[in-house]
């Protein structure tokens, strides 16, 4: 996400945003979104080097080792003391651009809520682009409890995935009991927490972590998020045989 808003307190948020936006649009019927862990493996060596991650070097990247027919670049946007995000959309193959998504404009003094929420919005929006000009399915948006609480929980959340990525389990660990803490009610940033502490050989803390996850689940929870939910509490509780058919399922859908 760029960050066009001349407010540099949302700058270290970027990957949380950019994270959250891909999750809204993880089970869309109308485009399927390069996954963000794929992301990262892309932008990894522009993340070590300091290169800015929507640099033209960043896109090009993208481009090449995405295998994606389209790049979306989301900006948050204040002016005239209002706040906007807008995504354009450009064609892979040519980087010419198709289409512009924008939010309506909004006031307010609540930066980072603010900048969530224009995040979220925005990606509806893309939802509603697609669906005029791909398939037309019709979509549901993401339940209020599937989505960060905040930003700073959105941001320990992305942390935790990126160590992940990176095999730095203990740092993962950190981060993910942290997001645990701001956004208790949500189960995924738990479940990766019992991921991790049975990678760690925490298994009496695995197990308890992923029965709290489990217990979060509710009719309105999103179905990939339920899979993988589903898919951890059995690892922890030794039932490897509906574990590997969960994940398998998560593989096939998504």
Do not use: C
């Not at 950019?18 to 019927?29: D, M, N």
């Not at 909004?106 to 939802?127: D, F, M, W, Y």
């Not at 959105?154 to 660990?173: R, W």
Request: proline share 4%; no cysteine.
């Amino acid at each position: 996400v760029v960050n066009q808003s001349g407010y540099p307190e949302l700058d270290p948020y970027r990957l949380a945003l950019t994270q959250v936006f891909v999750t809204e649009l993880a089970e869309s019927p109308n485009v399927r979104v390069l996954p963000y862990a794929r992301l990262l493996q892309i932008l990894r060596r522009f993340i070590a080097t300091g290169t800015d991650v929507s640099s033209r070097e960043t896109f090009q990247a993208i481009t090449v080792h995405g295998a994606s027919r389209f790049v979306v670049l989301p900006t948050l946007i204040y002016e005239n003391g209002r706040w906007s995000a807008r995504a354009e959309i450009q064609d892979a193959s040519t980087a010419t651009r198709v289409a512009v998504v924008a939010t309506e404009s909004v006031a307010s003094a609540i930066v980072p809520e603010t900048a969530l929420r224009l995040i979220g919005e925005l990606a509806s929006g893309l939802q509603a682009h697609f669906k005029t000009n791909g398939p037309g399915k019709s979509y549901a948006l993401r339940a209020v409890a599937a989505r960060p609480r905040s930003l700073e929980a959105a941001k320990l959340f992305e942390e935790g995935l990126s160590a992940f990525e990176e095999l730095e389990y203990s740092a993962a660990e950190q981060s993910l009991a942290q997001a645990m803490e701001k956004d208790s009610r949500n189960p995924i940033p738990i479940a990766w927490l019992s991921r991790v502490q049975q990678i760690l050989r925490k298994t009496d803390q695995a197990s308890e972590t992923a029965e709290t996850a489990f217990r979060l689940l509710a009719g309105n929870t999103p179905r990939l998020d339920a899979l993988f939910v589903n898919a951890v509490v059995a690892e922890a509780r030794r039932d490897f045989t509906s574990a590997e058919a969960s994940y398998r399922q998560v593989v096939r859908l998504y």
